[in-house]
């Protein structure tokens, strides 16, 4: 008797979270997004003027030029996902 009061929750528990599983698998192929492509290269234009307004920003807040670079890196990050969201529908 005390066996099968051990084993039927574990098989009760094992079924369980088959189904669990199998509904999650499900919901998440049904819900999936089709991968984004690959952003385009910022044209050298729009990277001089991303290059040059960071080095404005480091000259007036009295930033070092590192400040300058980390700048125009974030600023090319915003470029770029600012081209994302105008590609999603």
Do not use: N, Y
Request: proline share 8%; hydrophobic share 45%.
């Amino acid at each position: 008797m005390a066996v099968t009061g051990f084993i039927a929750p574990l098989i009760l528990g094992g079924i369980a979270g088959a189904i669990a599983g199998v509904v999650v698998t499900a919901w998440r192929l049904r819900h999936r997004q089709e991968p984004t492509p690959p952003s385009s290269p910022i044209d050298e234009f729009t990277s001089a003027e991303i290059d040059q307004a960071a080095a404005a920003w480091a000259a007036q807040s009295d930033r070092p030029e590192v400040a300058a670079q980390a700048m125009a890196d974030k600023l090319r990050l915003l470029h770029r996902l600012g081209q994302h969201q105008r590609r999603q529908p």
